[in-house]
T-cell receptor, first 114, second 111 residues
């Protein structure tokens, strides 16, 4: 049972480059989300999705795009990377129904923007 | 920005001492969750509290939801080195119940 899978685990970008962080889950969860975690800080919600074709902004959406074409996948796109986007990115998923809020997290992607 | 504050930000204890972290919200909550993140790891779900005044125990961990459903606490009795990590409370916001993390409490345990 794979759970939530994130790729790549590590990435180094130059300022202005673009890239996509991949996230896939095999639990048939409706809800998926992306967080970023900066050193010594908590997790901040970037974007989330309550189902295929539906996405919405979280606390810190600027500089990031998402799409949800399938239930399983929720990629996060950085169109023009900036040093301020150096962080650890976590993808998470859960059921959307009431009382089923347990979020399962991927192992994270450690991104450095030079 | 963050709407959920946790205190303390950091706690250093000797192994065997107790530890408590508090989570405070400015608004009434429908429920609250707690997660633990080991150093270098990802957050892992611990528990969810739903009812006013609810108290739940998991071995040495005791979780409490305030009567007004605006605050919560996590208490660890007789800490062990395996308790090291950051403890986060997490709340749901809006119609879609998007989950927002608290600021977290980093626990260090000295053997």
């Amino acid at each position: 049972n794979a759970g939530v899978t994130q790729t790549p685990k590590f990435q180094v970008l130059k300022t202005g480059q673009s890239m996509t962080l991949q996230c896939a889950q095999d639990m048939n969860h409706e809800y998926m989300s992306w967080y970023r975690q900066d050193p010594g800080m908590g997790l901040r919600l970037i974007h989330y999705s309550v189902g295929a074709g539906i996405t919405d902004q979280g606390e810190v959406p600027n500089g990031y795009n998402v799409s949800r074409s399938t239930t399983e996948d929720f990629p996060l796109r950085l169109l023009s990377a900036a040093p301020s986007q150096t962080s650890v990115y976590f993808c998470a998923s859960r059921y959307q129904g009431a009382g089923k809020n347990i979020q399962y997290f991927g192992a994270g992607t450690r991104l450095s923007v030079l | 920005g963050q709407q959920v504050m946790q205190i303390p930000q950091y706690q250093h204890v000797q192994e065997g001492e107790d530890f408590t972290t508090y989570c405070n919200s400015s608004t009434t909550l429908s429920n609250i969750q707690w997660y633990k993140q080991r150093p270098g790891g990802h957050p892992v779900f611990l528990i969810q509290l739903v009812k006013s005044g609810e108290v739940k125990k998991q071995k040495r961990l005791t979780f409490q939801f305030g009567e007004a459903k605006k605050n919560s606490s996590l208490h660890i009795t007789a800490t062990q080195t395996t308790d090291v990590g950051t403890y986060f409370c997490v709340i749901g916001r809006g119609a879609t119940n998007k989950l927002i993390f608290g600021t977290g409490t980093l626990l260090a345990v000295q053997p």
